[in-house]
């Protein structure tokens, strides 16, 4: 495997402002992709990070909201934009470790909108 | 559509009382099954990937099998260490993205 950070590791933010969280992975990267679960539920995923182009995004998901920049093969970021409380949620990173197309998860960062 | 159905959702043992986990799934066509273990307030851990039916894989205690519609997670005298939500997932032929079932959460009791 490989060591996956994320920062923040939490936060508490007020209602209309936006946060970014970084995601570093240590290892080759093929595929990366960032999740969001909802406290008791299970993951969702907003979008898969395409190195030196546009994210792609699942459905109810957009980039204004959620845009995400991955300007090499082992950092990406995710920003929460115009947050509001029902954005509070756990966001996870989740990097695909050449050779194998095993999905790994950050450590998570857990947002609190107020 | 894909689907992942988990059975249980939670789940009490003694510590040493086996057991197992159900992962049910409908998928057009199955690159991959993924199970996962997550404690609270981290991240998931990757624990095994299955790929054809009658694939098994082991790791200490547990054990999980494959079949064409569903996958089982045994776990062999559990301690109490072992309490966790276990996440299946599964991973289309036709995508890299994977779809997750909503968990068993699991609590071993000493």
């Known amino acids: 495997s490989a060591v996956i950070s994320q920062k923040p590791s939490r936060d508490i933010c007020q209602r209309g402002t936006s946060l970014t969280i970084q995601c570093q992975v240590d290892?080759?990267?093929?595929?990366m992709f960032w999740y969001r679960q909802q406290p008791g539920q299970s993951l969702t995923l907003i979008a898969t990070?395409?190195?030196?182009?546009?994210?792609?995004?699942e459905s109810g998901f957009v980039i204004d909201k959620f845009p995400i920049s991955r300007p090499n093969l082992t950092f990406s970021t995710l920003t929460v934009s115009n947050m509001s409380p029902e954005d509070s949620s756990i966001y996870l990173c989740?990097?695909?470790?050449?050779?194998?197309?095993?999905?790994?998860f950050g450590p998570g960062t857990r947002l609190t909108v107020l | 559509e894909d689907q992942v159905t988990q059975s249980p959702e939670a789940l009490r043992l003694q510590e040493g009382e086996s057991s197992s986990l159900n992962c049910s799934y409908t998928?057009?066509?199955?690159?991959?099954l993924f199970w996962y273990r997550q404690d609270p307030g981290k991240g998931p851990e990757f624990l095994f990937t299955?790929?054809?039916a009658g694939e098994e894989k082991e790791k200490e205690r547990l054990k999980a099998t494959l079949t064409k519609k569903e996958s089982f997670l045994h776990i062999t005298a559990p301690k109490p260490e072992d309490s966790a939500t276990y996440l299946c997932?599964?991973?289309?032929?036709?995508?890299?993205?994977?779809?997750f079932g909503k968990g068993t959460m699991l609590l071993v009791s000493p």
């Open positions: 989740s990097p695909t470790l050449y050779p194998t197309d095993t999905q790994y």
């Open positions: 290892s080759q990267v093929t595929m």
């Open positions: 990070a395409n190195q030196g182009s546009e994210a792609t995004y």
């Open positions: 998928v057009s066509g199955l690159r991959g």
């Open positions: 299955l790929y054809s």
């Open positions: 997932a599964v991973m289309n032929s036709g995508y890299s993205t994977l779809t």
